[in-house]
């Protein structure tokens, strides 16, 4: 099957934004594409547990929702590391949750080997 990569820039200020990010990862699980999720900016905060449980999108449903089935079908999770930090966003939130830390290099890389790509 077909790479994709899901880049999510919006976060908990746009939920119905976000929430469709994931929902279109999630889908893209569940055909058989191998999928690769890349949050930057303002969406890091999406990956701190109280939002990826009450965030839920207007007609996009529930991010938690969407989250867990990426993460179950072998979606990969990519957080900019220069958004985290500049975020607060820590190693405390980031607990439990599969994910790799990147900068620029990786999304570029990730662009450039994924056969589509999609910017929220």
Do not use: W
């Amino acid at each position: 099957m077909s790479s994709l990569l899901v880049h999510v820039t919006c976060g908990p200020e746009n939920p119905t934004k976000a929430a469709l990010a994931f929902f279109v990862a999630a889908a893209a699980v569940e055909a058989g594409h191998q999928v690769h999720v890349f949050l930057a900016g303002d969406a890091v905060q999406l990956i701190r547990e109280p939002t990826r449980t009450g965030l839920v999108g207007l007609g996009t449903g529930a991010l938690r929702e969407h989250f867990d089935k990426v993460i179950a079908g072998g979606g990969r999770l990519y957080l900019s590391a220069g958004s985290c930090a500049a975020r607060g966003v820590s190693d405390a939130d980031l607990q439990g949750v599969p994910h790799e830390k990147a900068g620029p290099p990786m999304l570029v890389r990730l662009v450039m080997e994924c056969d589509r790509s999609i910017v929220y």
